[in-house]
């Protein structure tokens, strides 16, 4: 048996990244960034009004006072889309309207409010500071400058970024193709009328969820019943549709009808470790066949959830493109916390209102592995370590549930 820092770093040594894959932007929304994206132009592309009014040079206006107005013959118009084409004059100026190009020329932009209409053109009784209320081509970033890094993920404004940037399509990492089975005779669809001694399929559901909340591609969920040949056959089928990952939950334990360490091994997997000092989640099973990844999650729904959220969820992320990381928060404990075991415990504790600026966190009622509902009170885990006590009013950290 192993401690969970060792079965992390056994992951992390197998661990790869995938390849990347080119998509149009509207198909990229959450994936990761694989290569840095560089501004092949600069931002804006040209010289442009921040406001609607009127192009001016400041040479002729910056004498003007409330004492000695100025009258400038309006000439043209430069509208957003459709710049004024023709030529400039002194003593002139041209009606711009917000995001329209600067004409050539002219440097400085006069608001409408600040101009009154007259039969000769528009009248100016205030000077404006020159270059006011003109957008600088190149002022939001230049040709050449990074923009996003690899690594990030996409969300909608990095997707507007590379868009007026653009980038009609972006190089991604591919998402992990993860091959999912449940193993247990006893278990049932969720739509099916239950037989005695039977139980819902609520892992099998969980999982799939999960890995797609996590980033991966599922491509395959099946089920098994608590037999070998037929795992062992299961499992040998999966490989072919060429999965990153194979995640089995269930059978990994030391019972007559607990297969999968064997049909693993069967079908060419090397047993990297089995069991970790942890609760929930002690027959933790970990293997590998050339790049492909097996996991074998204990069976209970409160343990198979709790192992993803800690190994195979910031796995399936660094497969993506991401570092090993977890959603933490520092909150502080608002009754004293024990863990009597004799193994380290991921207990599930939920957070309350702030206490001098931190959350307080509690222990959920249940703590039970097949006790679905203590991961439903649960915001998240905190790592207790053997036989530990946190003191009401510590400072600890804990790791978020999805």
């Known amino acids: 048996m192993i401690s969970i820092s060792e079965a ?24 990761i960034l694989a290569d840095d994206f560089i501004a092949s132009e600069p931002a804006p592309r040209f010289d442009n009004s921040a406001m609607d009014g009127f ?18 013959q309006v000439i043209g118009e430069s509208q957003a889309g459709i710049p004024y084409a023709g030529h400039s004059e002194k003593g002139t100026c041209i009606r711009i309207s917000t995001g ?23 009248l100016i009784k205030k000077a404006p500071g020159k270059g006011q209320d003109v957008r600088y081509s190149g002022e939001e970033y230049q040709r050449g400058e990074l923009l996003l890094t690899r690594g990030q993920r996409l969300a909608a404004r990095h997707l507007a970024i590379l868009a007026a940037a653009g980038a009609d399509t972006v190089k991604v990492f591919r998402r992990p193709r993860v091959a999912l089975l449940v193993t247990g005779s006893e278990l049932a669809p969720v739509a099916e009328p239950l037989r005695p ?24 969920m099946g089920k098994v019943s608590d037999d070998l040949e037929e795992t062992t056959l299961a499992i040998e089928q999966v490989l072919t549709i ?3 990952l194979v995640i089995c939950a269930g059978g990994v334990s030391v019972g007559p ?22 609760k929930p989640g002690k027959p933790l099973f970990f293997a590998g066949r050339k790049k492909i990844m097996f996991f074998g ?28 990381k977890y959603q933490t ?39 039970g592995s097949h006790m679905i509902s203590s991961i439903i009170e649960a915001d998240g885990y905190l790592l207790m370590e053997a036989e530990s006590r946190v003191a009401a009013g510590t400072r600890v950290e804990v790791t978020l549930l999805p």
Request: charged share 25%; aromatic share 6%.
């Open 8 to 31: 992390q770093d056994l992951i992390k040594a197998k661990l790869f990244t995938v390849a990347s894959e080119e998509l149009v932007l509207e198909q990229a929304l959450g994936r």
């Open 55 to 72: 192009a001016v040079r400041f040479t002729d206006v910056n004498v003007v006072s409330p004492e000695s107005p100025l009258t400038l």
């Open 100 to 122: 329209a190009m600067l004409p050539a020329g002219f440097d400085t932009v006069v608001r409408v409010e600040d101009t009154e209409s007259g039969d000769k053109g528009i």
């Open 197 to 220: 001694g039977q139980i819902r399929d609520s892992n099998r559901v969980m999982l799939g969820a999960a890995v797609s909340e996590a980033g991966g591609e599922l491509v395959h």
């Open 242 to 244: 060429s999965p990153d």
């Open 257 to 278: 009808h607990d297969h999968v360490k064997e049909a693993a091994a069967r079908a060419g997997f090397q047993e990297l470790f089995w069991r970790v000092k942890q």
């Open 297 to 324: 999650l204990p069976g209970n729904p409160v343990s198979a959830y709790i192992c993803f959220c800690h190994y195979l969820r910031p796995l399936i992320g660094v497969m993506s493109g991401l570092p090993w």
């Open 329 to 367: 928060v520092t909150a502080v404990a608002d009754e004293d916390i024990a863990n009597r075991g004799r193994r380290p415990n991921l207990m599930r504790v939920r957070l309350g209102a702030k206490k001098d600026g931190l959350p307080v966190v509690q222990s959920v009622r249940h703590q």
